[in-house]
Nanobody
Framework: HVQLVVSGGRLVQSGVSARLSCVASGSTLRSYTMGWFRHAPAKNRYCLAAIRGSGDSTYDADSVKGRFTISRDNAENTVYLQMNNLKPEDTAVYYC?????????????????WGQGTQVTVSS
């Protein structure tokens, strides 16, 4: 069983950068594909980025491609989401999630464990 703790959410101004962290405990993170999701008011939750256990392959949603980058440090059992040039439309609750499957997945149902979410608010 994996426990995920998400941190880094805050209120920022448009155009700045922020980094979210997701620290795992209870299991070795290397065994899991990890994903970052977000859920904005009146919108569905969806996958922003995912990364395989080895870190050799990633997925990025078109909406954040070129601005957001997922990475992982398996030695630290941590996954990161670097967010650059933040925009007001990036305002949402951000979650990390772990999937036992080896494939890159953007479907929520493919993920087995979820962190608690952290609020990112971008002011214009």
């Amino acid at each position: 069983h994996v426990q995920l703790v998400v941190s880094g959410g805050r209120l920022v101004q448009s155009g700045v950068s922020a980094r979210l962290s997701c620290v795992a405990s209870g299991s070795t993170l290397r065994s899991y594909t990890m994903g970052w999701f977000r859920h904005a008011p009146a919108k569905n939750r969806y996958c922003l980025a995912a990364i395989r256990g080895s870190g050799d392959s990633t997925y990025d949603a078109d909406s954040v491609k070129g601005r957001f980058t997922i990475s992982r440090d398996n030695a630290e059992n941590t996954v990161y989401l670097q967010m650059n040039n933040l925009k007001p439309e990036d305002t949402a609750v951000y979650y990390c999630a772990a999937s036992r499957g080896p494939r890159l997945e953007s479907r929520s149902l493919a993920y087995d464990y979820w962190g608690q979410g952290t609020q990112v608010t971008v002011s214009s």
